[in-house]
């Protein structure tokens, strides 16, 4: 699938499950909020909310991955770093979790215009997770209740790419053994509770000219190296300026943290930027393996590439 070279893209981390002010910057490239410079303190959160701008031909725009669990942590984020919900031209639901619709529908009743949201429509589907402390959900992403709320839905299972400068992957293909959906998630189809094969879990990837690309992930379920691979396959492009976002990795165990941690080395990315869902004991390991490439995604970091 052809992806125009843009001329930049930067990516804010507006809500992910880190705030360290003492984790360093990458200066030109990776750059983290000051506390004390801003209208008010952020909040972390178990939720993602990714704010990509993309430009290419003296046309910009703002594409927010993600709501965040909650709207309390989403919306006191957005005053914080000082985005209008107005100034944001569409919105990506990378999977149907609440920790990434949480803030939705508020989001629709504070705009006055109606928003484009692009999404799998497998993420309709109830979901529910079976954990050692017992089972938690259902959870629904309610459709009837965002087209009534201003969504202009975008439904899509196959890639597709953006206004002609973002890409979304669709269903991720598996390329790697070792990646595949944990047991613990599953979702409920015509009444019946199954294991969640995250067909509606894709991606956002762009493409910067003398980079290469720059692929935004939410929880990767289907598994990064898997993402990034049908990135490359998908745009024909193999170089990979950065990686971000959470990688579920902790909760796999040690031998999917080694294999994943393998994969991406052979892989040769400029950055990885991992939090979220990725686990302190995934997280720990990355920065051994990469300790010139790799960073904490924390509340309020802007990535700038190109």
């Known amino acids: 699938m052809e992806l125009p070279e843009l001329s930049s893209v930067t990516v804010d981390i507006v809500v992910d ?3 360290d002010v003492f984790e360093p910057s990458l200066p030109g490239v990776v750059e983290r909020a000051a506390p004390g410079r ?10 993602l909310a990714v704010l990509v701008t993309v430009q290419h ?8 991955m993600d709501t965040s ?4 942590v989403f919306f006191n984020n957005l005053e914080a770093l000082e985005i209008p919900v107005e100034s944001i031209d569409g919105l990506f639901l990378s999977h149907g979790h609440p920790d990434h619709y949480g803030g939705l529908q508020e989001l629709l009743q504070r705009r006055q215009q109606p928003l484009d949201i692009y999404l799998h429509p497998a993420s309709y589907l109830p979901k529910l997770l079976i954990t050692p402390k017992g089972r938690m959900g259902p959870w629904t992403l309610d459709r009837e209740a965002l087209l009534r709320l201003g969504g202009r839905l975008q439904e899509n299972t196959a890639p597709v790419v953006i206004d002609g400068m973002a ?3 669709g269903s991720i293909e598996a390329s790697v053994s070792y990646e595949t959906p944990l047991p613990g998630p599953k979702r409920i189809v015509a009444g019946q509770e199954e294991k969640d094969s995250f067909e509606d879990e894709q991606a956002l990837v762009v493409r910067v000219k003398d980079q290469g690309l720059v692929i935004v992930a939410a929880c990767s379920h289907p598994g990064i190296t898997n993402m990034v691979n049908y990135a490359q396959k998908l745009t024909g492009e193999t170089k990979v300026a950065a990686v971000i976002g959470g990688f579920h990795l902790t909760a796999g165990g040690p031998e999917l943290i080694q294999n994943t941690i393998t994969g991406l080395q052979e892989l040769n990315i400029g950055l990885i930027l991992a939090g979220h869902c990725t ?3 995934a997280l720990t390991q990355l920065m051994a393996a ?3 490439t790799f ?3 924390c509340v309020g970091t802007k990535v700038s590439i190109g």
């Open 38 to 47: 801003l209208k008010k303190p952020l909040l972390a959160a178990h939720g």
């Open 290 to 292: 990469f300790p010139k």
């Open 295 to 297: 960073m904490v995604s």
């Open 57 to 64: 031909n003296g046309k910009s725009r703002r594409i927010l």
């Open 69 to 72: 669990n909650s709207p309390l």
């Open 167 to 169: 890409m979304l992957t």
């Open 17 to 19: 499950n880190f705030i």
């Open 279 to 281: 686990g302190f004991r």
